[in-house]
């Protein structure tokens, strides 16, 4: 199985905690994310997420 057409968000309930523009950039993150983008432990969502709150924070100063 190819990994990087099996990716998928692996725990959406994740994405309502967040801020609402935070959740759409990770939503937008997640749709973009490939197996090579992902660390080693880590998963689509949670790395979707950590991306979009680094957005964020710079977005905000």
């Known amino acids: 199985m190819d ?6 968000v692996d725990n959406p309930e994740s994405f309502g905690k967040l801020l ?4 759409e950039k990770a939503m937008e ?7 090579q983008d992902i660390p080693k ?3 689509v969502t949670a790395e979707a997420i950590r991306r979009a709150e680094e957005w ?3 977005l905000e100063g």
């Not at 990994?3 to 998928?8: A, F, L, N, P, V």
């Not at 609402?20 to 959740?23: F, I, S, T």
């Not at 993150?29 to 197996?35: E, K, P, V």
């Open 3 to 8: 990994m990087e057409t099996d990716q998928k």
């Open 20 to 23: 609402p523009q935070v959740r």
């Open 29 to 35: 993150i997640a749709a973009t994310l490939s197996a």
């Open 41 to 43: 432990g880590s998963s």
């Open 56 to 58: 964020f924070t710079e």
